[in-house]
C-alpha cells in the first residue's frame, strides 16, 4: 500500500506530512522511524498526520511522531506547516482558523508576507507543570550534568524545555550537555534543551536539541520557551527575533499570564509516496 505524503519545512524545521481523514490507518513507532531514516527513509524531525478534529471550532487535528518513532506534545513549526497544507488542500481559509494539537487548540493567522503567526498558549514555570523533578519554582537552577556544573531556566509551552545562557551559539556544547540532561532525571518526561546567546534585548540567537529527534535547524516551542525564560530573567523584552541555524522565528509574549505568538514561515519541498 502507498502512503502519499507532503515534505515540507518551517524555518529549515523538516516535516513529512500525511492525510489520514480518510480512514487510514496511523502510522507506529516502527513506520515513523523507517520513514524518518535519512538514508534508506524519506528523512525528517518530525511526522505530522492530518486528522478529522471531533471539536467543531477546529478545521483538523494533528498529531506529531519524533524520528525516532516516539510520540511529541508540541511542534509550533511544524502547526505552521499544518496549517499551510490545509489552506492548500482546501479545508481551511485565511485569514483566520483553528488546529486541534495535542497540546491544545492553536489559533493560527495568515501574515499578508504568506507567513503565519500562531497562539502558542501560555508558558508555565511551575516544576509540576513542566515536569522537573524539582521543588521551588526558580528563574534558574542549578545541577551537575556530564561533569559539569550547568545553570539553566526551564519552561513547559505543552512540552518541557530547559534554556542554557551561552556567550557564542555555535560553540556550545550542544552534543554533550543536551544528551545527558535528557537523561539526568531531572525532567521525568525528558526535555527539549536550548543553548541560547543575547544578542540584545530584541534579538536572541538559539540552538536546541530536541528530544526524540536530536538537534533540528528550527524548533518553534523551543524559541517560544527560551524568550519566556529569558524575559522572566529580565534579559529581554517583549518581542524577539529568534535566529536558528534554519532560519528566523518573531516572539511576542506581553507578560506573565498572557499567551505567547509565534510567527514564522512554511514551505512545501516535494510530494511523493512511500511504498510499504
Not at 233 to 262: E, F, N, S, Y
Request: charged share 20%; with cysteine; proline share 6%.
Amino acid at each position: 500500500m502507498a502512503i502519499r505524503f507532503s515534505k515540507m519545512h518551517g524555518a529549515g524545521n523538516d516535516f513529512v506530512l500525511i492525510d489520514l481523514r480518510h480512514g487510514q490507518a496511523a502510522p507506529d513507532a516502527a513506520l515513523a522511524r523507517a520513514m524518518g531514516n535519512p538514508h534508506t527513509g524519506i528523512g525528517f524531525d518530525q511526522l505530522l498526520s492530518i486528522e478529522t478534529s471531533s471539536r467543531t471550532d477546529c478545521v483538523a487535528r494533528y498529531r506529531i511522531w519524533n524520528s525516532d518513532g516516539s510520540l511529541a506534545q508540541q511542534c509550533g513549526n511544524g502547526a505552521r506547516c499544518v496549517a499551510a497544507w490545509l489552506i492548500r488542500d482546501g479545508a481551511a481559509s485565511p485569514p483566520q482558523f483553528r488546529l486541534d494539537s495535542p497540546a491544545g487548540v492553536i489559533e493560527v493567522d495568515c501574515l499578508p508576507d504568506g507567513r503565519f503567526e500562531l497562539d502558542m498558549g501560555r508558558p508555565e514555570f511551575e516544576p509540576a507543570s513542566i515536569p522537573l523533578a524539582i521543588t521551588s519554582a526558580a528563574d534558574s537552577y542549578a545541577a551537575e550534568v556530564a561533569g559539569e556544573l550547568i545553570s539553566f531556566g526551564a519552561a513547559s509551552m505543552g512540552n518541557p524545555h530547559a534554556l542554557l545562557l551561552v556567550e557564542d551559539v555555535d560553540f556550545a556544547p550542544v552534543e554533550k550537555i543536551g544528551p545527558a540532561l535528557q537523561a539526568s532525571g531531572l525532567f521525568p518526561e525528558s526535555v527539549n534543551v536550548g543553548f541560547a546567546q543575547v544578542v540584545n534585548r530584541d534579538q536572541i540567537r538559539l540552538r536546541v536539541y530536541e528530544r526524540g529527534a536530536g538537534e533540528t535547524l528550527a524548533c518553534g516551542s523551543g524559541a517560544c520557551a527560551a524568550v519566556a525564560i529569558l524575559a522572566k530573567q529580565g534579559k529581554v523584552d517583549q518581542q524577539v527575533a529568534v535566529h536558528l541555524p534554519g532560519g528566523r522565528l518573531d516572539i511576542r509574549w506581553p507578560g506573565a499570564g498572557a499567551p505567547i505568538r509565534m510567527a514564522g514561515p512554511a514551505a512545501f519541498v516535494f510530494e511523493g509516496e512511500w511504498l510499504q
